[in-house]
Each structure stands twice: as structure tokens, then as C-alpha cells.
């Protein structure tokens, strides 16, 4: 921090400071979507398998009203801001996609994981924001109004489980997310971003099946494939299933087949 404070006003110094708050925002965002998935999601299922049903389902709505409120505001704002500083460091970044001595970074090694990795975030936020807290609203507005007394909303169940859905896939995608933001800032693969274009047939490739893969996944998330939201059918299978196991599987093989795109396209 030291050495970024020595030339803060400078192009070079300012970027750095944007990429230490991205980093931290990102920690913070990708730090609560893990509670949830791997914490949060499993104990509340064991609310609701409490043998004092009563008892079970009345302490999941004061956590859901006093705990989940609180940490999805800190998930929320997280998730842009990490967003937002993303973007500013491209607009601080001078050669950022554009031409350099010949070199188009969008046709690099890293100009390509960067942008796998800028495509998964920005997926990942626009579904905290258009998927999972929309629909956590009506659950949050159902916690509270039942132990205020009220009638349940019937609908909350439906909207729990979008969130959920929604929420699930964005560990499934985080893993590969955070390998291709650290390949590319590491210059894992030989090229680098001054380095050489790869060729026109390998980025088309890559980004085929890259984007056939997300797009697949993401649709599926949204309950827009033929089995819908149903637990348990088709490629929902990746978020339901005993405790964690499934959610943790798919990530692991989504990062592998990531692994396995890059090492096959952009090795040089």
C-alpha cells in the first residue's frame, strides 16, 4: 500500500489503487457468497428438519429477518462495487483492448482470460441484483411478516428457491472467475498481454464453446430450461442433492473445463 501511496496522483499508481479496492470489494463479495452456499443454505435446511418443526421454523425466520438481511445488504454492495471498480480499471488502464505495437490485448492470452473472467463477473453481479435479491426481498419481507404476527406469503418458497438457484450458480462460476482474473494478472500463459495475437480460428474456439457452456448454465439458473426451478431434474441436480456435495463437484468441474480451454487455445 506503501509503495502505491508513493505515486497515487500518477496514470500507473492510481490504477493500482483501483485494483487494491477491486481485490477487496471482490474478497468481500466472493467471501459472503461462499457463506451463504456452503454455511448459510445447509443450516437452514436443518431448520427446517428440526423435530420441534414449530420451534425449527420460527428461529430459521428470526435468522433469515436478523442475519440474512444484514449480510446480503454488505453481499449486494459488495458485488457492484467490485463491478464498478472493474470497469474503472479498464478505462484507467491506457492500451486496455486497444492495439499495441501490432498487439491486440483482446486477442492475447491474457486479454482472453481477463475477458472470461470480466464475462463471469459481470454475470455473477447482474444475478445478485436482477436474480437473487429480488427474490430474497419477498423472502425477507415474508420472515418479517410472519413473526410479526401475519399470514405466510405463499409464493416466498418459489422465490427462495430462484435466489437460491441463482446464488448457487455464481459458486459455480466463481472458482473459474478467480482463476482467469489471476492467470491473467500473473501471466500464467506465455504471450502475456505485450505479447503475441492468437490466431483468429483459436479465439473463435475458445469463445464457442466458452460462451455455449455459460449461456447453457446461466439459462438453467434462471429456470428457463425444460425442467424449470424442480429440484433435483435435469442440470438442477448441480444445486440440490445432500448438503454441499453437488455445488462443489460442479465447480470443480466447471474450473477444469475452463483449465482445460485455456491450456488447449491459448498455450503458445
Known amino acids: 500500500m506503501l509503495a502505491v501511496a508513493d505515486g497515487i496522483f500518477a496514470r500507473t499508481g492510481f490504477t493500482q489503487l483501483l485494483r487494491w479496492a477491486h481485490i477487496l470489494a471482490g474478497i ?97 453481479m447482474l444475478n445478485v441484483w436482477g436474480v437473487i435479491w429480488r427474490n430474497q426481498k419477498v423472502v425477507l419481507a415474508n420472515a418479517a411478516n410472519v413473526l410479526a404476527g401475519g399470514e405466510a406469503n405463499p409464493g416466498a418458497a418459489a422465490a427462495g428457491r430462484k435466489a437460491v438457484m441463482a446464488s448457487r450458480q455464481n459458486f459455480i462460476f466463481s472458482l473459474a472467475m478467480l482463476f482467469c482474473m489471476v492467470a491473467a494478472s500473473h501471466d500464467v500463459y506465455q504471450g502475456g498481454s505485450d505479447g503475441v495475437n492468437i490466431s483468429s480460428g483459436k479465439v473463435a474456439v475458445f469463445w464457442a464453446v466458452a460462451i455455449v457452456l455459460v449461456v447453457v448454465m446461466e439459462l438453467n439458473a434462471l429456470g428457463l430450461m425444460p425442467w424449470k426451478a424442480e429440484a433435483n431434474k435435469g442440470l438442477n441436480a448441480i444445486y440440490d442433492g445432500k448438503g454441499v456435495r453437488n455445488p462443489l463437484i460442479a465447480s470443480g468441474v466447471f474450473f477444469v473445463i475452463v483449465v482445460a480451454l485455456c491450456e488447449i487455445f491459448l498455450r503458445i
Do not use: C
Not at 421454523?57 to 463491478?83: N, Q, S
Open 28 to 124: 468481500t463479495w466472493i467471501g459472503l457468497l461462499y457463506f451463504f452456499n456452503l454455511v448459510q443454505v445447509p443450516a437452514y435446511a436443518q431448520f427446517e428438519a428440526d423435530p420441534h418443526k414449530e420451534i425449527g421454523g420460527k428461529a430459521r425466520l428470526i435468522a433469515i429477518d436478523k442475519v440474512t438481511r444484514r449480510t446480503l445488504w454488505w453481499f449486494r454492495w459488495a458485488a457492484v462495487t467490485t463491478f464498478l471498480f472493474g470497469i474503472f480499471i479498464t478505462m484507467a488502464e491506457p492500451n486496455f483492448y486497444k492495439p499495441d505495437g501490432g498487439v491486440n490485448f483482446g486477442r492475447t492470452a491474457n486479454g482472453i482470460t481477463i475477458s472470461l473472467g470480466m464475462l463471469l463477473g459481470i454475470i455473477m
